[in-house]
């Protein structure tokens, strides 16, 4: 069951950094069929907005955010201070499921073209890859994050690690904050 199509949010016009995560949350508050405000990732999905704010991407005020902060006015400041940031956040697969399940392989494989035609016309100068999913889509092939979580390949494309979950919030934060320090200055 979908129960909405999100989409992407920032600069849409060649961002120091695009954050590419898998697909969006039940959690997001604009996956609910009754908001009425803008539909972009991680809306009211306060973990993600903490490891923002602790690794500089967003102000230190989204470290400390409450699902009821979300309201549709602001979201839409939040979608300009991306903007001014020159962040831009996006999914590989646009449609929200029910539940936490992942998009299947082929739902990934029917989204990309999609979605590179969408990074084609955004310009981002990186890619960061939040997860390995996200990273195996782009590249057609899979990383160890223990590993190579950082490193910049192709010299667009980052592996991080996922910033809530399944994922290493702490190592997310570290390789965020050196991509903030290195291209939002």
Avoid at 50 to 67: Q, S
Avoid at 119 to 130: D, K, Q, T, W, Y
Wanted: proline share 6%.
């Amino acid at each position: 069951m979908e129960l909405a199509r999100i989409g992407a949010v920032g600069r849409r016009k060649e961002p120091k950094l695009a954050l590419l995560f898998i697909n969006p949350t039940a959690r997001n508050v604009s996956s609910d069929p009754a908001w009425e405000g803008p539909r972009y990732p991680f809306i009211g999905t306060l973990q993600v907005w903490r490891v923002f704010a602790r690794a500089g991407l967003m102000p230190e005020k989204y470290g400390r955010l409450a699902k009821e902060d979300w309201t549709e006015e602001f979201a839409r400041r939040t979608e300009a201070e991306l903007a001014r940031r020159g962040i831009y956040i996006t999914n590989v697969v646009k449609e929200t499921k029910a539940d936490a399940t992942l998009p299947t392989s082929a739902e990934i494989r029917e989204a990309l073209p999609a979605l590179l035609e969408e990074l084609g016309e955004v310009r981002p100068e990186r890619i960061v890859a939040m997860g390995l999913i996200p990273f195996r889509a782009l590249k057609g092939e899979s990383v160890l994050l223990r590993e190579d979580a950082g490193k910049e390949f192709l010299a667009k494309i980052v592996a991080c690690y996922f910033p809530v979950g399944r994922g290493n919030p702490r190592r997310a934060v570290e390789i965020l904050a050196r991509l903030a320090q290195k291209h939002m200055k």
